[in-house]
């Protein structure tokens, strides 16, 4: 897809019906806000004890009568979503019809903050990842209001309606997105990751930045400007069972996906680690540093959640790719 008409749609959270009948309710208004614009990516995020199979089957089917050709599809189970009623959200990538980043993007590593104590009320989590991340665009001269795309993903909390609606504040013009990544967790944290559109071109078309953590300072994150002219946004890459052969062998069918498409992980701008555990999730990242370019560092979100499509599957891998001219 062409780096510069990536857009990024709001869909409304269907908060009635079965979990079908919420992914076919939400399809039929991504079908009717594409116009002539192209599906390129679709995460499905599913709270509940449905089907988290029959999801990705259902997009399919639901596409193919339409004759929308198959965007890449990852489906994930979380904790919960903001509306109690909501069993699905969609987050949606399409290819506009007209350049609406001609300087490119920029991506922002995922900000993990967290709390020595479990606490329930997690705003000043998402306040303290928050304000880094904006702190790194504001270095940037990216202005709030050039944010595209803003996702978090919290620990156990009793109201992430509050939490969502306090991500839409911040950030009003962008696809935004707060979800409770598991249903239960020993450890309270909200971790954040952000895409915003560039002012200015990078003096480089792909120009990293890897910000290392000083002792006792705050976390802070990594970040990539990309102004290549096409990227490849993967669906998620199953890894299944968890020894690091298992791990590495995601990334080796995911670079084969890669290679058919002209580009290959080392010109990784996001990558996003999608685990069990937090273990399985740090060794994934350590088997796809073999794969990767160190001076090309991408934006990286790691994070534990509900389960995945495959009964036996342990992780997913899915990730932005800018095409080498």
Not at 38 to 48: H, M, P
Not at 65 to 77: F, G, N
Not at 173 to 193: F, I, K, W
């Amino acid at each position: 897809m062409e780096t510069s008409r990536l857009e990024f749609l709001r869909v409304p959270d269907e908060q009635t019906g079965l979990l079908s009948k919420q992914v076919e309710e939400s399809m039929k208004s991504i079908r009717k806000s594409l116009r002539k614009r192209r599906l390129v990516r679709v995460t499905a995020w599913v709270a509940g004890a449905g089907d988290v199979r029959r999801v990705s089957s259902s997009i399919r089917e639901l596409l193919a009568d339409w004759r929308i050709p198959l965007p890449a599809i990852t489906v994930v189970r979380v904790g919960a979503l903001p509306n109690a009623g909501s069993r699905v959200s969609f987050d949606v990538e399409l290819e506009g019809e007209r350049d609406s980043n001609p300087n490119g993007l920029i991506y922002l590593g995922a900000v993990r903050s967290h709390s020595e104590e479990f606490t329930l009320a997690l705003d000043k989590l998402l306040a303290e990842s928050l304000d880094r991340l904006q702190s790194r665009l504001q270095e940037q001269r990216v202005e709030a209001s050039a944010v595209l795309s803003a996702r978090c993903l919290v620990s156990l909390t009793d109201d992430v309606g509050k939490l969502d609606d306090a991500l839409r504040a911040r950030f009003p013009g962008a696809s935004t997105r707060v979800m409770q990544s598991v249903r239960v967790a020993p450890d309270s944290y909200a971790n954040c990751d952000v895409v915003a559109r560039l002012p200015e071109k990078p003096a480089e078309a792909l120009e990293p930045r890897v910000v290392t953590e000083a002792n006792g300072a705050p976390p802070v994150t990594s970040y990539i400007k990309v102004n290549r002219p096409q990227m490849v946004l993967t669906a998620g890459q199953l890894c299944f069972r968890s020894t690091d052969d298992d791990l590495k062998l995601g990334f080796e069918r995911l670079e084969d996906t890669l290679k058919d498409l002209g580009t290959s992980l080392k010109h990784t701008v996001q990558l996003s680690i999608l685990a069990q555990s937090p273990e399985l999730a740090q060794r994934t990242e350590a088997q796809g540093r073999h794969f990767l370019q160190p001076q090309y560092d991408p934006a990286i979100l790691r994070q534990t959640v509900e389960a995945l499509p495959a009964l036996d599957s342990t992780v997913s891998i899915d990730a932005v790719v800018a095409v080498k001219p």
